[in-house]
């Protein structure tokens, strides 16, 4: 029976690829002071099981981790895709530029090990990649190698032996950061805190316009002249008669208006508009419109691909959305942003109006349970074609080829991002999406710890231990000089400087111990600022690299 499981059937590969994933998350769960490798695991019982023997026909090995890639990164586009562009604004084109240069270093001190050691560039990469813990660089790495003709085995060799110091590594960097910095977290936190909006501490203002100014000038256009995201203006008051009011309406001297903020804003509103008034909340009450907040699921298609400004929800229904709640990514409630299946919206306004809302917008998140599959295969098959459309540049030898790690991650995060403006309902519940990249990531890791398992151990001994050294530096180098520029020369704070690094070394080991150590939710909204465009960056600069030798 053993033998016959083992012999290169599809029944054979589906047990072994079942063995090595079931023992690698298994070995997963286990933590030394809080930290683990995951679902990395699996790589190495590959590696192990690969070495003693047991082997997969290669044919479907190879359909395994291409597959396995793709609903990984495919997966990831369509969590972060709506997110994406937005991360680029205020203070997240800082973080960005701050990542950009963390890949780049990391790129450039991969090169100059290349050029100094004579290591060949394709086993640099793989160090490279599993120095920076993105494992879909590697994927798409082997790729490129696999169509030029050359062996991609030694390369996850290269990564799987770099991978382990580049998790250590990292973590290294952050604890010597804390000391060398002298961080006292609780002034820290308290710091950071400040520039927070949140909701309990809600707050009324009541101001009269009297500022000429804004005399004429709708709501929405003062709104985003002044750049008053933290104000959200409840009712209106003019010639005694409370409603309200339209985001379209212009402003008249006079007008009073009850605005809701938070504490940290409170003045804002004074200065942006003029006198303020007590605030007397039965004067701006009638019958059952006392002001209440409500989180409301869209469940009805007939939602996506509509503007908040169309669909003219405070006018109708005298409800005002203050914030958007979309795969895990929370937006400001701009009147022109594009909703789709699967937003959250949080509502401020009377029990009544919210009622009425709720049966328009749908709000039976029971109905969400049931993945929409159409377009993610659509997307896949979409992805498949830009990966193998070739992208000539005058200083590649070879076109360059997007494979399939970046033509599909490019397409979901396309459409996640343009989705509902084209009225395609992209939407997929975040325990869907996991399930989707898990599965995915653990067949491409099975494959590759297979695919490397039966060389592994004479790369190593044939000294191949130096990749050791070589992804230390690779992870070390560029880490350090972004957290001392960012800190010292940008002067972020402490929590901002772990989510940069986190999420540019797209490292969720390193995520998950600095939220556990320095105990703060910010980590983690700082990691998705920049954990897109880094994703993206790593899988375009290990294709670069793979490029330029073939």
Same mark, same amino acid.
């Given at each position: 029976?053993?033998?016959?499981?083992? /012999?290169?059937?599809?029944?054979?590969?589906?047990?072994?690829?079942?063995?090595?994933?079931?023992?690698?998350?298994?070995?997963?769960?286990?933590?030394?002071?809080?930290?683990?490798?995951?679902?990395?695991?699996?790589?190495?019982?590959?590696?192990?099981?690969?070495?003693?023997?047991?082997?997969?026909?290669?044919?479907?090995?190879?359909?395994?981790?291409?597959?396995?890639?793709?609903?990984?990164?495919?997966?990831?586009?369509?969590?972060?895709? %709506?997110?994406?562009f937005r991360s680029f604004r205020k203070d997240g084109i800082t973080m960005n530029?701050?990542?950009?240069?963390?890949?780049?270093?990391?790129?450039?001190?991969?090169?100059?090990?290349?050029?100094?050691?004579?290591?060949?560039?394709?086993?640099?990469?793989?160090?490279?990649?599993?120095?920076?813990?993105?494992?879909?660089?590697?994927?798409?790495?082997?790729? +490129?190698?696999?169509?030029?003709?050359?062996?991609?085995?030694?390369?996850?060799?290269?990564?799987?032996?770099?991978? &382990?110091?580049?998790?250590?590594?990292?973590?290294?960097?952050? +604890?010597?950061?804390?000391?060398?910095?002298?961080?006292?977290?609780?002034?820290?936190?308290?710091?950071?805190?400040?520039?927070?909006?949140?909701?309990?501490?809600?707050? @009324?203002?009541?101001?009269?316009?009297?500022?000429?100014?804004?005399?004429?000038?709708?709501?929405?256009? +003062?709104?985003?002249?002044?750049?008053?995201?933290?104000?959200?203006?409840?009712?209106?008051? !003019?010639?005694?008669?409370?409603?309200?009011?339209?985001?379209?309406? %212009?402003?008249?001297?006079?007008?009073?208006?009850?605005?809701?903020?938070?504490?940290?804003?409170?003045?804002?509103?004074?200065?942006?508009?003029?006198?303020?008034?007590?605030v007397e909340m039965k004067d701006w009450q009638k019958p059952g419109t006392e002001?209440?907040?409500?989180?409301?699921?869209?469940?009805?298609?007939?939602?996506?691909?509509?503007?908040?400004?169309?669909?003219?929800? @405070?006018?109708?229904?005298?409800?005002?959305?203050? @914030?958007?709640?979309?795969?895990?990514?929370?937006? /400001?409630?701009?009147?022109?942003?594009?909703? /789709?299946?699967?937003? #959250?919206?949080?509502?401020?306004? #009377?029990?009544?109006?919210?009622?009425?809302?709720?049966?328009?917008?749908?709000?039976?998140?029971?109905?969400? @349970?049931? %993945?929409?599959?159409?377009?993610?295969?659509?997307?896949?098959?979409?992805?498949?074609?830009?990966?193998?459309?070739?992208?000539?540049?005058?200083?590649?030898?070879? %076109?360059?080829?997007?494979?399939?790690?970046?033509?599909?991650?490019?397409?979901?995060?396309?459409?996640?991002?343009?989705?509902?403006?084209?009225?395609?309902?992209?939407?997929?519940?975040?325990?869907?999406?996991?399930?989707?990249?898990?599965?995915?990531?653990?067949?491409?890791?099975?494959?590759?710890?297979?695919?490397?398992?039966?060389?592994?151990?004479?790369?190593?001994?044939?000294?191949?231990?130096?990749?050791?050294?070589?992804?230390?530096?690779?992870?070390?180098?560029?880490?350090?000089?972004?957290?001392?520029?960012?800190?010292?020369?940008?002067?972020?704070?402490?929590?901002?400087?772990?989510?940069?690094?986190?999420?540019?070394?797209?490292? &969720?080991?390193?995520?998950?111990?600095?939220? /556990?150590?320095?105990?703060?939710?910010?980590?983690?909204?700082?990691?998705?600022?920049?954990?897109?465009?880094?994703?993206?960056? !790593?899988?375009?600069?290990?294709?670069?690299?793979?490029?330029?030798?073939?």
């Amino acid at each position: 029976m053993m033998k016959m499981l083992t /012999q290169g059937s599809t029944t054979g590969a589906i047990f072994v690829l079942a063995l090595v994933i079931a023992s690698g998350l298994y070995l997963g769960r286990f933590k030394v002071k809080g930290v683990s490798l995951g679902s990395t695991w699996i790589l190495f019982v590959g590696i192990l099981l690969g070495h003693f023997g047991l082997r997969i026909n290669p044919t479907m090995l190879s359909f395994v981790k291409d597959f396995g890639l793709i609903l990984f990164v495919f997966a990831i586009g369509l969590q972060v895709g %709506p997110g994406f562009f937005r991360s680029f604004r205020k203070d997240g084109i800082t973080m960005n530029l701050m990542a950009i240069a963390l890949v780049a270093l990391a790129v450039i001190t991969t090169f100059v090990i290349h050029l100094v050691t004579g290591e060949d560039l394709a086993i640099m990469t793989g160090v490279m990649s599993g120095a920076v813990t993105n494992t879909p660089g590697l994927g798409a790495a082997q790729q +490129i190698l696999e169509e030029g003709g050359r062996p991609s085995g030694p390369i996850a060799s290269a990564y799987a032996v770099a991978y &382990p110091l580049g998790v250590l590594g990292a973590i290294f960097v952050l +604890i010597l950061g804390k000391n060398l910095f002298r961080v006292n977290l609780d002034k820290e936190r308290e710091a950071a805190s400040k520039g927070d909006n949140v909701d309990a501490n809600a707050y @009324r203002v009541a101001c009269r316009v009297e500022n000429p100014a804004l005399f004429g000038k709708s709501v929405h256009d +003062i709104v985003g002249e002044v750049n008053s995201d933290h104000l959200v203006i409840a009712r209106m008051k !003019r010639a005694g008669e409370v409603f309200f009011p339209d985001l379209d309406l %212009p402003l008249q001297e006079g007008d009073e208006l009850l605005i809701v903020t938070d504490v940290q804003h409170k003045d804002k509103a004074g200065i942006i508009f003029g006198l303020e008034l007590p605030v007397e909340m039965k004067d701006w009450q009638k019958p059952g419109t006392e002001l209440v907040s409500r989180r409301l699921s869209i469940t009805k298609s007939v939602i996506t691909g509509h503007s908040l400004r169309n669909l003219d929800i @405070r006018q109708k229904y005298g409800v005002t959305v203050t @914030r958007i709640l979309r795969s895990g990514i929370e937006l /400001q409630a701009d009147a022109d942003l594009i909703l /789709q299946v699967g937003d #959250s919206i949080q509502v401020v306004g #009377s029990e009544e109006g919210i009622r009425h809302l709720s049966k328009f917008v749908g709000n039976q998140p029971e109905s969400l @349970r049931k %993945p929409n599959l159409v377009p993610i295969f659509f997307g896949i098959a979409l992805g498949v074609l830009l990966g193998m459309a070739p992208i000539h540049l005058s200083t590649m030898p070879q %076109p360059l080829k997007l494979g399939l790690a970046g033509g599909p991650l490019i397409v979901a995060i396309l459409l996640g991002h343009f989705g509902p403006k084209l009225r395609i309902t992209t939407y997929t519940a975040l325990s869907a999406n996991l399930m989707i990249r898990e599965m995915g990531i653990s067949l491409f890791m099975a494959a590759v710890g297979l695919g490397a398992g039966e060389n592994f151990v004479s790369s190593l001994m044939g000294g191949g231990y130096v990749w050791v050294l070589y992804g230390a530096l690779i992870t070390l180098i560029p880490m350090l000089v972004v957290a001392f520029v960012s800190r010292l020369v940008l002067k972020m704070d402490f929590f901002k400087v772990c989510g940069l690094l986190s999420g540019g070394t797209t490292d &969720p080991a390193l995520l998950s111990f600095s939220e /556990q150590m320095y105990g703060s939710s910010r980590i983690a909204v700082n990691y998705a600022t920049v954990y897109p465009l880094t994703m993206f960056l !790593r899988v375009v600069a290990a294709q670069v690299l793979i490029m330029s030798i073939i």
